[in-house]
Structure formats: structure tokens, C-alpha cells
């Protein structure tokens, strides 16, 4: 039984996201779940040999990319992302029985969620003062352990520690995703599909035009970037890693020329490619025209 470790405690969308994976097929059979307290925790258990895989956030639809998330696959030993499921987000305010709405005046809640509900809070909630807390299932925690009055939560939490509901299907934003995927050790990719996802990590070297060049090594190629982001390397002010997401797979060619091309001059790490749960942008060019060009070309077909 395969043993995966996801951002927990229990009661998390990370274990939402972990059981969506599981239905659809991804692992051979039932799995062994282990909660960690972060992302990289998560992560870390992979590189410990302690777990097989892990499931983690890595994009919101509203507050975008996951920060602990980009930051620990692109520091330490390289892991791979194989695939990824996407999770439509509401949050439930829960509290301990025969608490009241209107008797809120704290709230739990993990950073990414409150920014999520900051509206709704402000409008039924105007008087609570609002706590951090470690996961989405750990803010329902501190309400099952009195340190809070309510949470921003999830069902699966409330139901896992005998809370009650005081709104469900809490969002600012309708159609509110965020995207997980599942992470191993280094392996084969999966299989191209067709309608794939490409992530890499890049380091430039510190001198004009080297951004420029790399994103023209997509174009060029007629290769469709779909995420551009900058995170500190956190060793200097000024120097920034490149996380970059691009339409398709490692054995296209197009996309395995672009990843040649940068290779040549950047540092770069290949976080996967892996079947993309929904369409993206333009797929790479396909190379077998200008593939059997050349093969004529090689055997001296005139005229061509």
C-alpha cells in the first residue's frame, strides 16, 4: 500500500484533493494518508524516503500560486509533479455547538482561506478579530479546542470533530479553484496525452537581456507559456527564481528543444510534465514536417 503524505491535519482540501486522486485511478489501490503540518513537510517526506508521494496546493484561481508550495520544489533534492486535480472551493464557518452567528468574535483561519472570505467576513462578521491558523483543518481544531470561537473551514473538518455548521458555501468569488497536484521522486513522466502541462524552475545569470532570451527561446519555438512568476531565492536581495508553466510535454519536440536552449546558458530545474486536467493554450508546433524535411533533405532529394 502506498503511503502518501498530503498538507493535513485531516479535514483539509489537501485530503479532499487526496481522495479525488484516488478515485480517479491514480494509484494502484487504497493508500496509506499521512498529514503534515506544511507543504514542504509534505514534500520532505518524498526526499526521506518516508512516503511515496505527496499532495499539495499549488495554484489558486483567486490568490494565485501557492508560495510554500513553488518555494520547496525548487529547493532541495529535485522531486517531479505527475499529475494534478483541480477542486472548486467554498469554505464552511464552523463553531462549537450552541454557539450563534451573531456571538462570533473570534475567528480561525489559515491565511490563503481568509483572503477568500474577506468580504464575507466583513459583512457578518464586522466585529470578530480573526487568528492565523496553520491549515484550513486546524483552524476547526482551534475551535474544538476553545481557542477560537469560529473557523473558516471545511465540512469534511466539522463533521471529523463534532462542529456544527453557521454557513456553508462561503466564497467571495463564484467558481473559486485551486489546483493540486500529486509529487514523487524523479521518474518517467507520464505519458503525453496531447493536452499537457510542462513546469520548470529557472535560474538566470544576473546580466541584461538574459529574461528576454529565455522567454524567446518559447516563442521562437512557438511554445505557449501559460504562468510567468518571480520568487525571491531568499539569498540576496535582487536575485529571483522564474517558475514557468508552458502548453505541453517533455517529448514534444518543440518543448524538449526549448528546454535544450535553456539548458545551454540557465540553470534550470524540470518540475514534470504531466496531463493538464484542463485546456490551456495553443499546443507546441508538431516537428514532422519540418522532420521529414530534412530526412529528404539527408538523402538528396532534389527540389524540395
Not at 462561503?170 to 521518474?187: E, K, N
Not at 490551456?280 to 530526412?295: C, I, N
Request: glycine residues 8%; negative net charge; proline residues 7%.
Amino acid at each position: 500500500m502506498p503511503r502518501i503524505s498530503y498538507f493535513g491535519p485531516s479535514g483539509t482540501f489537501t485530503e479532499m484533493a487526496l481522495v479525488k486522486f484516488e478515485d480517479s485511478g491514480a494509484f494502484d489501490g487504497p493508500v496509506e494518508r499521512v498529514a503534515a503540518p506544511s507543504q514542504g513537510a509534505a514534500l520532505d517526506l518524498i526526499r526521506t524516503g518516508a512516503v511515496d508521494g505527496a499532495v499539495v496546493p499549488i495554484e489558486s484561481s483567486v490568490e494565485g500560486s501557492i508560495p510554500a508550495t513553488l518555494d520547496s520544489l525548487a529547493i532541495g533534492p529535485r522531486l517531479q509533479i505527475i499529475a494534478e486535480t483541480e477542486l472548486e472551493v467554498s469554505f464552511t464557518i464552523l463553531a462549537r455547538p450552541g454557539c450563534a452567528l451573531e456571538q462570533v468574535r473570534t475567528l480561525a483561519a489559515y491565511p490563503v482561506a481568509a483572503a477568500q472570505v474577506r468580504e464575507w467576513v466583513a459583512r457578518h462578521l464586522p466585529h470578530a478579530q480573526s487568528y492565523i491558523s496553520a491549515s484550513n483543518a486546524a483552524a476547526a481544531e482551534d475551535v474544538a479546542a476553545g481557542t477560537a470561537d469560529a473557523a473558516v473551514s471545511t465540512a469534511l473538518a466539522g463533521e471529523r470533530l463534532g462542529l456544527v455548521a453557521l454557513a456553508t458555501g462561503v466564497a467571495d468569488h463564484d467558481q473559486a479553484i485551486t489546483r493540486f497536484v500529486l509529487v514523487t521522486a524523479p521518474g518517467v513522466a507520464p505519458q503525453a496525452t496531447g493536452a499537457d502541462r510542462t513546469s520548470i524552475v529557472l535560474e538566470l545569470p544576473n546580466e541584461p537581456g538574459s529574461l528576454m532570451r529565455a522567454f524567446a527561446e518559447f516563442a521562437t519555438r512557438g511554445v505557449d507559456l501559460t504562468r510567468i512568476e518571480s520568487r525571491p531565492t531568499r539569498t540576496g536581495m535582487g536575485t529571483y527564481r522564474f517558475y514557468l508553466d508552458c502548453v505541453g510535454h517533455l517529448d514534444d519536440p518543440a518543448v524538449a528543444e526549448t528546454l535544450k536552449a535553456l539548458h545551454r546558458t540557465a540553470k534550470i530545474r524540470f518540475l514534470g510534465s504531466w496531463p493538464a486536467t484542463a485546456a490551456l493554450g495553443s499546443p507546441p508546433p508538431s516537428d514532422e514536417p519540418a522532420a521529414e524535411w530534412l530526412t529528404q533533405l539527408r538523402k538528396g532529394v532534389a527540389d524540395l
